[in-house]
């Protein structure tokens, strides 16, 4: 028999490491043959014990690549000019890609055959070979990254109170059946890629930014500060009626608690663009990446038909008491604005899906009669807070969050001398937005 490498066959004299980039190249890509006892010109040279060396193989294949592969390897052993070959027989595996478990789903540990050479996948290679083996939803996928935590999913279920373990995880489909990180598992832990920019701008357009941020890590996490991020900027304001003062805030905290959600909830991750929300004096706007499911027209969405694009994330969300039921949270949007004059728009693109919340107190701009709540005499807030720079903007959420802020915490939160931080204290004493509580160096400010 004549001996020589190809596409599918790979000649080796001895059992060396690098025989599990050979059958992980042949696994990942039309199978092939590995003969061990031959040397790469195809002299024959044989081996002395085919039992121990097709063991040594074996051991080596379960332990170092992931997923298990072992099923479509065949062992078997022939004999040319009298001296023994052992013959391992890869067939094109079905979990593809196959990687090497101390380097990861990255290009240095998936291989694929190349010519006669056995060599490192492009990620565009290997995100195919997933969307080929899991199909085309995004989160059902196996994740390129397999060393993720999950600190703040376990702090948000611990808070609500639901059970969350290894069990879970797979109940959940964090995980699937080979033990592996899927791609929902991804996208609630802390490593998570996606992230949501929030923009505050001073009028009706993007002409002046007031503060600028970008959330990231666990969704559970994003959502928890743009949320925070949100309702500190959702200001009270208050109207006289005869002898009753009414309070009223900019926009229903329902109505921003649903379009949150849905921004999460329905976006498309396969994009690697981040969500986007905007919030302009008259209005906010929530834009998330990817329209409407085939089949599903802006009609449809209205009369409460809801397709869900992340059926997996959004069982996490309904775990957690997120959410009640699939197709709410359009309708429950526009009951919060039941009754009043300004009403929620939704736009759509092939995609991008908006949601726009009008500011319902921005009527009362110029109205003298209308003043906000907690706010100076002699000043105008709405004013006040739209001259703040961004270190200012940063002390008041730290203390909207924590309860209360110290002059060493706008130090450290700011980096500057604390003669600064001093000088930023007092000027938000100073416009009615802290007030101090104690004295001397045991001094606190929260908010007015």
Do not use: W
Request: proline content about 2%; glycine content about 6%; some cysteine.
């Amino acid at each position: 028999m004549l001996f020589r490498e190809s596409e599918t066959v790979e000649l080796k004299e001895v059992v060396t490491d690098e025989i599990k980039k050979e059958i992980l190249a042949f696994a990942n890509c039309d199978g092939g043959k590995v003969y061990i006892g031959v040397r790469d010109d195809g002299t024959v040279i044989g081996v002395t014990d085919p039992d121990s060396v097709s063991l040594q193989i074996s051991n080596m294949v379960r332990d170092a690549i992931k997923p298990d592969v072992t099923m479509f390897l065949h062992y078997d052993t022939i004999e040319e000019d009298g001296k023994d070959i052992v013959v391992v027989d890869i067939q094109r595996g079905t979990d593809r890609p196959y990687y090497l478990a101390k380097k990861g789903m990255r290009p240095e540990g998936v291989y694929v055959r190349q010519g006669y050479s056995s060599v490192p996948a492009t990620d565009a290679a290997i995100r195919r070979m997933i969307k080929e083996t899991d199909g085309d939803r995004f989160e059902a996928m196996r994740s390129l990254n397999q060393d993720l935590t999950f600190e703040a999913v376990k702090k948000e279920f611990a808070l609500r109170n639901v059970e969350f373990g290894p069990q879970q995880m797979r109940t959940l489909k964090m995980i699937d059946q080979d033990g592996l990180y899927s791609n929902l598992g991804m996208l609630l832990s802390d490593q998570c890629i996606h992230t949501i920019k929030v923009a505050v701008f001073q009028g009706m357009d993007q002409t002046i930014f007031k503060d600028r941020r970008e959330f990231g890590g666990s969704l559970l996490r994003q959502m928890n500060e743009v949320y925070e991020f949100i309702d500190f900027r959702n200001q009270t304001r208050s109207t006289i009626e005869k002898l009753l003062r009414i309070d009223v805030r900019d926009y229903p905290e329902i109505a921003v608690r649903e379009a949150l959600l849905n921004l999460l909830v329905h976006r498309d991750y396969s994009f690697s663009a981040s969500a986007l929300i905007s919030i302009y004096v008259d209005r906010i706007e929530f834009v998330s990446i990817g329209g409407l499911m085939p089949g599903i027209e802006l009609e449809d969405v209205m009369m409460g038909i809801s397709v869900c694009r992340n059926q997996n994330l959004a069982n996490v969300f309904y775990r957690l008491h997120l959410v009640e039921a699939y197709g709410t949270g359009i309708g429950k949007i526009m009951r919060a604005y039941e009754g009043m004059t300004e009403k929620p728009m939704i736009e759509t693109s092939k995609n991008a899906f908006k949601i726009i919340l009008p500011n319902i107190n921005i009527k009362y701009e110029s109205d003298d009669r209308f003043a906000y709540t907690g706010r100076s005499k002699e000043k105008d807030a709405f004013e006040t807070e739209a001259s703040l720079s961004d270190g200012e903007e940063k002390v008041l959420e730290y203390a909207r969050i924590h309860g209360a802020i110290t002059r060493r915490n706008v130090k450290n939160l700011l980096e500057v001398s604390t003669s600064t931080a001093a000088r930023v204290i007092k000027k938000l004493v100073s416009s009615n937005l802290l007030k101090p509580n104690g004295k001397a160096r045991a001094t606190s400010y929260t908010l007015v």
